[in-house]
């Protein structure tokens, strides 16, 4: 799931208003949803908050980064950043201490991801600090929602919550820089963004509830394995090639994903 909205981004003509439709629809979506959920604990409310505040720094920088750079390259370094952050991250700030196998599997993973940017033995990405900043991001928004989440009692509606916020304070920003007609017209792409939106909540969602009891590192990890699948897609319904560096790239995302678990 989490590739394919990436893809949509990606191939889109105006990625920030594509960006924001998809926001729309998380926003839309999770307010319809979070009218049948009680309330999160108010412990939970300023992660939430924070949150919102750090998907919308996240989704400039991940903007930007496809604005300048292609997809193959940019999303290895964002993806394959972020679980070695979240790892520090969640030691410092949620007293996590991963054992040996899962720091083994999560540095497997990152590792493997990152190393797919590479063009033989150079790391030439004109988007590498606008992809290194979304990692960043990743970072503070998953560690963020970590805690927030085991701190809510209910990580279903804390996940609506914050979605709902996210996905105003987006179009906000939007409106802020090209007015609100730039937005609310719709243009072809529109019905493939909204969907886009609409996945990336379930996808998202689904990596808050897990973090809310597993480790927010190993969490991490394995939501980056979506490089995987989508050389694997790429390969069998795209005709795209799979190099021997892809292939090993892909065994030690495998490998680590396998000790993680």
Same mark, same amino acid.
């Given at each position: 799931?989490?590739? %394919?909205?990436?893809?949509?981004?990606?191939?889109?003509?105006?990625?920030?208003?594509?960006?924001?439709? #998809?926001?729309?629809?998380?926003?839309?979506?999770?307010?319809? !949803?979070?009218?049948? /959920?009680?309330?999160?604990?108010?412990?939970?409310? !300023?992660?939430?908050?924070?949150?919102?505040?750090?998907?919308?720094?996240?989704? /400039?920088?991940?903007?930007?980064? +496809?604005?300048?750079?292609?997809? @193959?390259?940019? +999303?290895?370094?964002?993806?394959?950043?972020?679980?070695?952050?979240?790892?520090?991250?969640?030691?410092?700030?949620? *007293?996590?201490?991963?054992?040996? *196998?899962?720091?083994?599997? &999560?540095?497997?993973?990152? *590792? =493997?991801? &990152?190393?797919? $940017?590479?063009?033989?033995?150079?790391?030439?990405?004109?988007?590498?600090?606008?992809?290194?900043?979304? @990692?960043?991001?990743?970072?503070?928004?998953?560690?963020?929602? @970590?805690? =927030?989440?085991?701190? %809510?009692?209910?990580?279903?509606?804390?996940?609506?919550?914050?979605?709902?916020?996210? =996905?105003? /304070?987006?179009?906000?920003? +939007?409106?802020?820089?090209?007015?609100?007609?730039?937005?609310?017209?719709?243009?072809?792409?529109?019905?493939?963004?909204?969907?886009?939106?609409?996945?990336?909540?379930?996808?998202?969602?689904?990596?808050?509830?897990? #973090?809310?009891?597993?480790?927010? *590192?190993?969490?991490?990890?394995?939501?980056?394995?979506?490089?995987?699948? $989508?050389?694997?897609?790429?390969?069998?319904?795209?005709?795209?090639?799979?190099? $021997?560096?892809?292939?090993?790239?892909?065994? $030690?995302?495998?490998?680590?994903? !396998? !000790?993680? =678990?």
């Amino acid at each position: 799931m989490h590739a %394919s909205w990436n893809a949509l981004l990606r191939g889109g003509a105006d990625r920030l208003w594509s960006m924001t439709v #998809m926001c729309l629809a998380v926003a839309i979506a999770s307010a319809a !949803i979070a009218l049948f /959920l009680a309330p999160p604990a108010k412990a939970s409310w !300023i992660y939430a908050v924070l949150s919102a505040g750090l998907h919308v720094g996240y989704n /400039l920088f991940l903007v930007r980064s +496809y604005q300048v750079g292609d997809l @193959g390259q940019t +999303y290895p370094i964002s993806r394959g950043s972020s679980p070695i952050l979240i790892t520090i991250a969640a030691s410092v700030f949620a *007293g996590e201490k991963p054992g040996m *196998g899962a720091l083994l599997g &999560i540095a497997l993973v990152s *590792g =493997g991801i &990152i190393s797919l $940017a590479f063009k033989g033995r150079r790391l030439a990405v004109p988007s590498l600090p606008y992809a290194l900043g979304t @990692g960043c991001f990743i970072a503070a928004y998953s560690v963020t929602d @970590g805690i =927030g989440a085991r701190l %809510s009692g209910a990580p279903m509606a804390y996940t609506v919550w914050m979605c709902a916020l996210w =996905g105003i /304070l987006m179009p906000a920003i +939007y409106i802020g820089l090209r007015g609100a007609n730039s937005l609310f017209t719709i243009r072809p792409g529109f019905i493939t963004a909204f969907i886009g939106g609409l996945v990336s909540l379930l996808a998202y969602g689904i990596v808050i509830y897990a #973090m809310s009891g597993a480790p927010m *590192g190993a969490v991490s990890a394995l939501r980056e394995t979506s490089v995987l699948f $989508a050389a694997l897609i790429g390969y069998f319904f795209l005709g795209e090639t799979l190099t $021997a560096r892809k292939m090993l790239a892909c065994a $030690a995302i495998a490998i680590g994903a !396998i !000790i993680i =678990g």
